[in-house]
């Protein structure tokens, strides 16, 4: 038994209406995503495009840092910015997965 249920939610691009599926929200906690999808798939799929690919394995410029936690270098898709702190894959899994829902 799923603790989800569909969700319909608004396109902020397009406007129209989309299914947010019950599989969908448990992908996005499964992955530690807070926020639901403001895009629906066609517009997701559009601004993918208009970025220079799926943004998944691609060439998307990474930015060296130091963990906050462990102390190691580490690579991350974003230019910090320093007001958040950066964690390594390691322990930003840790911090997700003790983190209550």
Do not use: H
């Not at 902020?12 to 995503?33: H, I, N, P, R, W």
């Not at 060439?59 to 270098?73: A, H, Q, T, Y």
């Not at 958040?84 to 894959?89: D, I, L, N, Q, T």
């Amino acid at each position: 038994m799923s603790l989800f249920e569909d969700k319909t939610l608004e396109c902020k691009d397009c406007g129209e209406e989309f299914v947010f599926s019950t599989g969908e929200q448990e992908f996005f906690q499964e992955k530690g995503f807070e926020n639901e999808p403001t895009r629906c798939p066609e517009c997701r799929k559009n601004r993918r495009q208009r970025k220079g690919g799926n943004n998944r394995g691609g060439s998307r410029p990474m930015f060296d840092v130091r963990c906050d936690e462990c102390g190691i270098m580490t690579k991350v898709p974003f230019e910090p910015d320093g007001r958040k702190k950066v964690y390594c894959s390691d322990c930003f899994r840790d911090r997700r997965d003790r983190a209550t829902w």
